[in-house]
């Protein structure tokens, strides 16, 4: 799997102008509001393990966020990176990846799991395994004791709505976000009942552009297209169903960004292959993880727009005598500005 595979990209409001040549250029060096910077953590079980070298990359160019949204996979990272968002903090979760084992998630039990998935019960497998992993990796017990504003989103049984969680004690809300249906059993909270967040948001850049940020670094665990096998199997048709309609959604909401927003997109390819209790590639996601998001944020940092390859790179975009429109961030301090294109005339 490599970095260049399908390699992420730097996406803009659609409604902004878009102005040619020299115009366009000067447009983009527009200063037009203070940057407002979120980190989005995507779903995808264990390859949640490349969010974790994406996270190195972030906290390696001193870009910190201001606020941070997880899913499933990536609640549990997001909890485990905001009480220590420093590359010291990055490397004790990647110390934790290694160590992870399909018993430490998915305890399998006497019973072998596909007898499992038959019987009458809540889910294949306890959450006491993910239980404990969550409770070591966080360093904050609430919400409220987080260093930056985190917010996990699960879906309530009740009405199939997001149910978003940013206050209360923060593992339990963080098992509701993780709550794979029929192999994790659904988390009670307050009396309502919650199952996996990525059933209804798996990206949600929604909530953090509704909340004010306009610069949104995306960590995905898998391909920015999705692009699948023909299914072989009736349960590789229906999961296959439920991904198509995952990314849809992010698809739909990356190409109708409002002016003045930035999306940052970081991904992996989808080799390799594994099942969902397989933690044997950890290595290998986290390694592409990191060299993807390097690449994306050379592009990003030279002022390339679109997809790697596809949109209009910083190579064509900037003549040599205009200066590139962004600035790297130097290790140690935070962007505290958004170029953006100019509105509409």
């Known amino acids: 799997m490599t970095a260049d595979a399908l390699p992420g990209g730097v996406f803009v409001g659609a409604a ?76 004790r979760m990647a110390t934790i990846w290694r160590g992870l084992t399909s018993d430490d998630v998915f305890p399998h039990g006497r019973v072998p799991a596909p007898w499992r998935f038959l019987q009458q019960r809540e889910s294949v497998h306890p959450n006491d395994g993910l239980r404990k992993i969550v409770e ?55 009396g309502g009942v919650y199952i996996d967040g990525g059933v209804v948001d798996n990206v949600p850049i929604g909530r953090a552009i509704q909340h004010g940020s306009n610069r949104i670094f995306v960590l995905m665990c898998g391909p920015l297209h999705y692009m699948p096998s023909p299914p072989k199997r009736p349960v590789e048709a229906v999961l296959t169903a439920f991904f198509i309609a995952v990314h849809t959604r992010f698809a739909r909401e990356r190409d109708s960004l409002p002016p003045g927003v930035e999306v940052v997109v ?8 594994s099942r969902y209790d397989d933690f044997s590639a950890t290595e290998t996601l986290m390694a592409a993880g990191r060299s993807n998001a390097d690449e994306v944020l050379d592009f990003w940092e030279a002022g390339g727009i679109g997809e790697i390859g596809v949109g209009m790179g910083p190579k064509r975009a900037v003549p040599p005598q205009i200066p590139a429109p962004r600035t790297p961030v130097k290790p140690g301090r935070q962007a505290d500005q958004v170029r953006v294109p100019a509105p509409p005339a």
Request: aromatic share 6%.
């Open 266 to 273: 970081f991904c992996v390819g989808s080799e390799p292959i």
């Open 16 to 91: 902004t102008a878009r102005p040619r040549g020299v115009r366009r250029l000067l447009a983009l060096r527009r200063l037009e509001s203070p940057a407002k910077t979120a980190f989005v953590l995507a779903g995808g079980g264990s390859r949640g393990a490349a969010q974790v070298g994406m996270l190195g990359a972030l906290v390696a160019r001193g870009i910190r966020p201001d606020a941070v949204y997880g899913t499933s996979v990536g609640a549990v990272n997001a909890a485990g990176f905001v009480g220590d968002p420093t590359p010291a903090g990055v490397e």
């Open 136 to 190: 070591t990796g966080a360093l904050i017990d609430r919400f409220e004791d987080s260093p930056v504003p985190l917010e996990v989103v699960a879906t309530s049984l009740a009405d199939g709505r997001a149910k978003w969680f940013s206050s209360g004690p923060l593992a339990e809300a963080v098992l509701a976000s993780a709550a794979l249906p029929s192999l994790l059993p659904p988390v009670r909270i307050d």
